[in-house]
């Protein structure tokens, strides 16, 4: 994957459970009837939460209203995202991105 952008915000490397989150990069297709295929967002120390609520996947682009995990420790926000497709490969987003509980940019 090449970027991670929450579109409510406009800001990249960002999760909001108010927002829709875009993903581009190639070779993201994936079947979303295959369990053994998806999107996967990870707590940084805990927790996994496979995401079910698409608008579109292609093969350059993925969007999709993120259901964020929770993790042990509450202050903990940090997660990573990744895409596992039909074909043995998975695209992981390395930067991490940072939950907001706001959707509100003043936040």
């Known amino acids: 994957m090449l970027s991670a952008e929450d579109t409510t915000l406009e800001l990249n490397d960002v999760l909001n459970p108010d927002g829709v989150l875009r993903l581009n990069g190639t070779n993201l297709l994936f079947d979303r009837k295959d369990s053994d295929c998806g999107c996967l967002i990870e707590g940084t120390r805990s927790g996994e939460t496979a995401q079910t609520q698409f608008a579109s ?18 202050w903990n926000n940090e997660y990573t995202v ?10 992981l987003y390395v930067p991490v991105l940072t939950a ?3 959707a509100r940019p003043w936040c």
């Open 100 to 102: 907001t509980d706001c």
């Open 82 to 91: 990744s895409i596992h497709t039909a074909i043995p490969k998975t695209a």
């Open 57 to 74: 996947v292609s093969n350059t682009e993925v969007l999709l209203v993120p259901h964020i995990p929770t993790q042990d420790d509450p």
